[in-house]
């Protein structure tokens, strides 16, 4: 019983092994039949369309893609690396090997070694590129009985990117992968994109980018005319949005406190010129720092980048700081020396300033035509003795005009030289205008200093210290500035437009 039960084992596994063989066998034939002596591979197929007498028109080659990784988006050197599977699907009647119904296999697949005719498909914006080959050759050509052919590999390019940086970090480039025939013109071979799902994209790619966001991708037609003829040629469109948030980070927000941290100085004694000093220079060596190593990462171009502006808008207020400082010291030693000057040489108010000095609700005393009279007008004034003093020296080197303006009607201004009126009026505003400057070049300044709002900033102003004014309205103008700036640079720079491909 037990040999009977061998002996049946035994003719089981012969009659599949058997089997096997046959189909083995079965299929090796055909290949050898359909690769056999009749076919030559460097001859293209003819194509479909039987209207057509001869070669019956192009060969319609049907592409389609799957965008596996894109990586090494490179704004220097202005190119991106994509691996991708590449697949191309045709019809050679001549290696049809079966009809429906038939005990023919659905396909067969050719290995390494049998060469069939394939289209001499190229990627026209290709860098560097190579096939996988780990651990075996990572290519598949699939012959159905029909004659349909599937060829598919697994290709690792470095594709040219052309790049618009002007907006600049916040952009949004455009890229592309052209496909086109090196050799056959579009009467020999005419690609077409499938019809569903032209391009596929792995799952996550959208957001796996380092530097980058894939927003879009699509499909487009690229037919080029040369001097060897027309060829048909397919474009993938990859938009690429680039990430903002990085850039944010490690520029706009660092560099805008570099800027804040200058202005401290305005708060700053100006006696403490070794606090001022050392900030001003250590916070523009850092905007010159760190807008070099930006800088390093992109390519010298000739336009004007988004971030170029920004940079160059922190470096001039930096450097605005700094000048202030030296202006503050400037008129700060200069007010000094001037007054030292004037202690010494006892000159006169009158010829020291350009504008009038104006004595209000004096009470004018009758004079006569002579400038000397004029100091019998501040003796019988309320002011004090010491600004009588000074106006009386001045009165003996160079006499100035006296004029009376009345308030009345606040607009009439009697000249007192000239002889116009000699009638007392204890209401009336006394000018004294020096004779070098008797023009009326101040009245428009004079009406400006009127309004409520500037009269308000000149009261928060008033102080006697020309250095310390000018420190008080850089705490002001600078900040204010830099708002400005900002809101027109980011309204210009946000509505970013992508450009078309070309």
């Known amino acids: 019983m037990n040999r009977r ?47 057509i007498p001869g070669t019956h028109g192009a060969v319609v080659v ?29 019809v050679d009647g001549r290696l049809a090997f079966g009809f429906p119904g038939d005990n023919t296999p659905d396909f067969l697949i050719l290995t390494a070694g049998q060469q069939i005719w ?22 598949l050509i699939r012959i159905h009985r029909d004659g349909r052919i599937l060829y598919s590999v697994r290709i690792s390019m470095v594709l ?38 032209p391009v596929q994209l792995k799952k996550g790619l959208h957001s796996s980018l380092p530097s980058f966001e ?41 560099s805008t406190m570099l800027v804040i941290v200058s202005w401290v100085s305005f708060w700053l004694d100006r006696g403490a010129v070794p606090a001022r000093v050392t900030l001003g220079v250590t916070t523009l060596l850092t905007m010159t720092t760190q807008a070099s190593g930006i800088n390093a990462k992109l390519p010298p171009v000739s336009y004007t980048k988004a971030i170029d502006v920004w940079i160059g808008a922190c470096l001039t207020f930096i450097f605005g700081a700094l ?16 007054r030292k000057k004037m202690c010494s040489s006892r000159n006169s108010l009158l010829m020291e300033t350009k504008q009038a000095l104006i004595i209000p609700n004096t009470v004018v ?49 009697t000249e007192v030289n000239g002889l116009l009126n000699h009638t007392n009026d204890e209401s009336a505003e ?39 004014r000018a420190d008080l309205i850089s705490r002001v103008l600078f900040p204010t500035l830099f708002i400005i700036f900002n809101f027109i640079y980011w309204i210009k720079y946000s509505q970013y437009h992508v450009p078309a491909a070309k």
Not at 325 to 336: C, E, K, M, N
Request: net charge positive; hydrophobic share 35%.
């Open 430 to 468: 006394l000018i004294i205008i020096d004779a070098k400057h008797k023009n009326r070049r101040f009245i428009w300044w004079n009406n400006f200093k009127n309004v409520r709002l500037i009269r308000w900033v000149r009261h928060r102003l008033d102080v006697d210290d020309n250095a310390k």
């Open 365 to 413: 005393a009758q004079f006569q035509d002579q400038p000397s009279d004029v100091s019998s007008l501040f003796r019988n004034s309320k002011f004090s003795p010491l600004l009588f003093q000074e106006v009386e020296m001045g009165l003996t080197s160079s006499p100035p005009d006296v004029w009376i303006r009345r308030h009345n009607n606040g607009k009439t201004v």
């Open 62 to 90: 049907t592409v389609n893609m799957l965008i596996r990784s894109i990586s090494k988006i490179d704004d220097v050197n202005m190119e991106y690396s994509v691996q991708l599977t590449f697949r191309e699907e045709w």
């Open 214 to 254: 894939l927003n879009s991708v699509n499909t487009d037609l690229c037919t080029s005319k040369t001097n060897t003829g027309t060829y048909s040629c397919l474009r993938t469109v990859l938009e690429l949005k680039r990430q903002f948030s990085y850039y944010l980070l490690q520029l706009y927000i660092p």
């Open 323 to 338: 000048l202030e400082f030296a202006w503050v010291t400037y008129i700060s030693s200069r007010s000094f020396y001037k």
């Open 5 to 51: 039960h061998c002996l049946l084992g035994l003719l089981i596994i012969l009659l599949w092994a058997v089997g096997g063989n046959g189909d083995a066998s079965s299929d090796t034939e055909i290949i050898k039949k359909l690769l056999g002596k009749g076919y030559d591979w460097r001859v293209r197929p003819p194509g479909i369309n039987l209207t």
């Open 118 to 139: 394939m289209p001499d498909s190229f990627f026209q914006n290709e860098k560097q590129a190579h096939k996988h080959d780990i651990d075996k050759p990572n290519v």
């Open 160 to 197: 040219s990117c052309p790049m618009h940086l002007q907006y600049y970090p916040m952009d949004v480039q455009t890229c592309l992968i052209d496909l086109a025939s090196y050799a056959y013109t579009e009467s020999d071979i005419e690609y077409r994109w499938k019809e569903k799902e």
